[in-house]
């Protein structure tokens, strides 16, 4: 009986301890790896760094957990740009780039679609490392961050009317308010996970989070709910987007990407630039206010001499920043020049303007050193991926 | 409004250092176990009122009178009152933290990292602030804080400390997952905890769990439900009833999933199919639930059922269809020897035209058969059941090789390829094809997929490896099992599929063992055997039925 129970708990205790562990540490030293390195301006060492670090912190996770789900039977995420037998057919594609686009443009103008103003760096964190832990798929993660961002603005939007509408004097609805607003920072974390299992159960066939497991979660992350709650939660979450999950921002990468060899533009190794714009679009996910404003002040540099004023609006354009995730990536692998030279087809084949993927580029890449050099300088510990994974599994 | 909600989120999410939250006196009372959240109307869910469970605190072992839980409720601040001392448990204690915050106001922020109290202190919300910035003074409180500090925290804050704090609290939580699980008798060493533990719980929500065999002492915010206790007053979405709206008239089939009815609208007199979603409490929403509802609500097509709304009650999930009287397979078996050719052409180019506009949104549809397949009495076609369906990834992907019903599964896929396309469906479309024209299924397949390959081997010959190679690299294939056959001429499969004429052609397209010879939807809507056609009927709207155009009219059931 004993060892019946421990040996139920053992697998439990494990995933706790792992999250646990991971939840303190990883995330941010991550994050931290990737600045430090960055300091070497030459393109190679970029590289060399970012193909470690996508080595360490997604493929081998990955490689265990494809151990762990006999084999080849489970479905894994990776894409191949190569194998042309489950490629869309080519007619198909440029329909569907075609409504991708006009998408795109509906979004752009409307205030249904989440421009991720309820996340902020912490929040992204929060729940890149969650996912990075259950070793989701990396579409999970985006979606997933889009979900909890458009339900957060529906709900919040919904709570405030009802108060406002409210037959009180402004002190009650203020109290009202303050009640409401606490609710809703205590459910946070309840939140964020149904919006994984969500984005989770929406790309995931075999592996999708069950509702026990969830819960398992909560209670690992600190926050326990019960199954009940968290179905209510969902259907809840649900409800609040309209049934209508977003597209993850990766179908923009790889659309344009998968275009591009029909411009004549060989990529020699798609499937390495697909990873590395994944890698861009965390960092975009995570610092999307800071790369605006360090795109504003080189805007605001080009423009002092030129005296025309050019504002490029990212927010809510998932193209643009696509684009640019998967300009910076062909940068890091091939160098600037063979970048500039594609980012202009790539603004060809998507209609943005060319100027605009390469400034919002720079800006990131900008950003990323100068970032490195604040970040860097207080971490002087985990220098490489290396001795990042032994401490982690320690 | 929002920044001061944005900022709170920041704080919850990690900034506490910069903003303080203030807190919340009205709500902390509720995160008593004692007071106990009652439900008062079922139908606004949100409608909640607080009072005191008495027998609870009769039970209840604390030595606390009701006057002094009366003077929490209603936060007088004679808190000196009763003296702080350790025998009042858990109010005097927090008192005595309370008045200690002050004095530590110094100390607070750089201990706030270390410090991972998170449902110790008096509440979840007001306490965010409180808890994380209590420093705790004494030896018995910082007992108190290993055992209950909760992991919550050391989510919020890996940033703050650097790096002595973060392996300190990885450490400290070690430490706390063995404590979680030891059995709570160990903790009454302790003189303050013992009288902690002995608490009463009294869930009386809905929702909450018994986690009482894991921890003795959960966390506040385990007691509550979440989507109930928002506000005070009903908010924002009232529910709707479905039987309010809608009569149900007959049970039209029932799933592994889900029943369908047959319904009446009580406000027009319309007819509409409701599915009922079976919602298994473990699994939580079924993820064809999920993806039928997301999907069906882009697709807003001529061929494609039409998703009216979608209920949510007594933890049930209703989607409201529109009433299509009977599928394919009990049109075939009115017609126990195939339609007739025109009938043939014009159903298979409505399925043709409601996948094309599936595969431009690269969405494929994975269950293909006639039972997805529904009819109206004019004759339209609709595809159903979009819950094995899923957005394909515009490279190539993996993706599960147990989809499609076995009659209509692609032999690529039988042979276990996961790499697949829009070709799946087409696969689908041609043993519909040839099922429309002789009433019965092309490749029925009796036990296993081994032997669904034979069948599908014994009409259209083994794989070539010349015009195939890939087949080589499939993880079932074994030229060993199957011996060569060649190819059947159509003729001798089933002489009504003679009557088929330039058809024929079609279905060979259709029925390529190579996925990449198989011709895509967009391209067979093109095939000379669909001339019969007015040419106009390319050029209609999405939204439009093909029985629009002036030339079907007559053709209209």
């Known amino acids: 009986m004993f060892l019946h129970f421990v040996s139920q708990i053992i697998p439990s205790l494990i995933q706790c301890f792992f999250l646990c562990c991971f939840l303190t540490k990883g995330g941010l030293v991550a994050k931290r790896i990737e600045w430090t390195t960055l300091c070497q301006t030459s393109v190679w060492s970029i590289q060399k760094i970012f193909l470690k670090s996508i080595f360490y912190f997604w493929i081998a996770p990955h490689r265990n957990w494809r151990t762990k789900m006999d084999g080849d039977k489970s479905p894994t995420f990776a894409r191949n740009f190569l194998d042309p037998l489950g490629d869309m057919p080519g007619p198909y594609l440029d329909d569907f780039f075609i409504f991708l686009k006009d998408s795109n443009k509906v979004n752009k103008q409307s205030n249904q679609v989440s421009h991720l103003s309820y996340l902020n760096r912490r929040g992204i964190d929060y729940i890149f490392t969650i996912c990075a832990r259950l070793k989701m798929p990396p579409d999970v993660r985006f979606v997933a961050a889009l979900i909890f961002d458009r339900y957060m603005s529906v709900h919040v939007q919904e709570a405030h009317l009802f108060i406002n509408t409210l037959d009180m004097t402004a002190e009650q609805k203020a109290e009202q308010w303050t009640k409401t607003q606490c609710n809703i920072i205590r459910q946070l974390s309840l939140r964020v996970v149904t919006a994984i299992q969500i984005a989770s159960k929406d790309n995931y066939y075999h592996d999708s989070l069950s509702n026990a497991v969830t819960a398992k979660i909560l209670l690992a992350v600190g926050s326990p709910f019960t199954p009940r709650a968290i179905i209510r939660s969902e259907m809840r979450m649900l409800r609040a987007i309209d049934y209508v999950l977003p597209f993850s921002p990766i179908t923009y990468i790889e659309s344009v990407l998968k275009t591009l060899d029909r411009y004549d533009i060989n990529l020699e190794h798609p499937n390495v630039i697909w990873e590395h714009a994944v890698l861009f679009l965390d960092v975009m996910f995570s610092f999307l206010n800071e790369i605006i404003a360090q795109l504003q002040t080189n805007l605001a540099n080009i423009t002092s001499q030129t005296l025309t004023s050019r504002k490029i609006p990212v927010k809510g354009d998932w193209l643009l920043i696509g684009c640019s995730c998967l300009t910076c990536a062909i940068a890091c692998v091939y160098g600037f020049e063979r970048a500039d030279a594609v980012s202009a087809t790539i603004g060809k084949i998507t209609s943005i303007s060319s100027q605009d993927i390469v400034d919002l580029s720079v800006a990131t890449i900008h950003f990323i050193n100068n970032e490195h050099q604040e970040v860097g300088k207080g971490c002087d510990e985990c220098t490489t991926g290396q001795e990042f994974e032994k401490r982690r599994y320690d | ?557």
């Open chain 2, 1 to 557: 409004m929002w920044g001061k909600l944005t900022q709170h989120i920041g704080i919850w999410l990690g900034f506490e250092e910069n903003r303080r939250m203030r807190p919340s006196c009205s709500l902390s009372v509720l995160h008593n176990s004692h007071f106990s959240v009652v439900r008062t109307s079922k139908s606004s869910e949100n409608l909640h009122r607080v009072n005191v469970s008495q027998e609870n605190l009769a039970q209840s072992r604390l030595t606390v009178s009701p006057s002094t839980i009366d003077r929490r409720f209603v936060r007088t601040k004679k808190q000196s009152e009763s003296p702080p001392g350790k025998k009042n448990g858990l109010f005097s204690l927090r008192r005595g933290r309370k008045g200690k915050e002050k004095r530590k106001q110094s100390q607070i922020i750089e201990n706030s990292a270390l410090v991972g109290d998170h449902h110790s202190s008096s509440s979840h919300n007001g306490s965010t602030k409180q808890s994380l910035y209590d420093s705790p003074p004494s030896t018995a409180n910082e007992m108190w804080n290993d055992v209950t500090r909760s992991w919550h925290p050391a989510v919020v804050s890996p940033s703050q400390g650097g790096t002595a704090s973060s392996s300190t609290s990885m450490h400290a939580s070690v430490k706390n997952i063995f404590q979680i699980f030891r059995p709570s008798r160990s903790r009454s060493t302790h003189q303050n905890e013992a009288m902690l533990v002995s608490r009463v719980m009294c869930p009386t929500s809905q929702t909450v769990g018994d986690f009482t065999q894991l921890r003795r002492r959960r966390p506040r915010s385990a007691h509550f439900d979440p989507n109930t206790l928002v506000l005070p007053k009903a908010e924002e979405i009232p529910q709707q009833n479905v039987d309010d709206l809608y009569t149900r008239i007959e049970k039209l089939g029932e799933g592994s999933y889900a029943t369908v009815y047959k319904c009446e609208s009580k406000l027009d007199g319309a007819l509409v199919a409701l599915k009922e979603i079976k919602l298994q409490f473990q699994e939580g929403l079924p993820f064809t639930a999920i993806r039928e509802a997301s999907l069906l609500k882009t697709l807003r097509h001529a061929n494609i059922v039409c998703l009216h709304d979608i209920f949510y009650q007594h933890d049930q999930l209703t989607f409201v269809f529109e009433y299509m009287t009977l599928d394919l397979a009990k049109h075939l078996e009115i017609y126990p020897d195939g339609l007739e050719t025109f009938q043939i052409k014009l159903l298979l180019y409505q399925l043709l035209r409601g996948l094309t506009f599936c595969h431009q949104k690269k969405i494929l549809h994975r269950d293909l058969k006639p039972q997805n397949i529904l009819l109206n009495e004019r004759g339209e076609l609709k595809l159903a059941d979009f819950g094995l369906a899923r957005a394909k990834s515009v490279p190539s992907r993996t993706y599960s090789h147990e989809v499609v019903t076995l009659w209509y599964r692609p032999p690529d896929v039988l042979l276990g390829s996961t790499n697949y396309s829009t070709s799946l469906d087409m696969w689908g479309v041609g043993c519909i094809m040839a099922e429309m024209c002789t009433g019965r299924a092309l490749f029925p397949g009796s036990r296993d997929v081994a032997d669904q390959l034979h069948t599908i081997f014994s009409i259209r010959g083994t794989p070539d490896t010349t015009s195939w190679p890939q087949v080589l690299q499939l993880p079932h294939y074994n030229p060993v099992i199957y011996p060569p056959k060649d190819e059947l001429t159509w003729i001798k499969v089933h002489s009504s599929l003679f009557r088929l004429h330039n058809g024929l052609d079609l279905l060979s397209l259709l029925l390529q063992l190579n996925p990449s010879a198989r011709v895509s939807a967009s391209l067979a809507l093109l095939h000379p055997f669909f001339s019969a056609l007015p040419p106009s009927i390319h050029l209609l709207q999405p939204s439009q039925s093909i029985f629009v155009l002036p030339e079907l009219q007559g053709l209209r059931r």
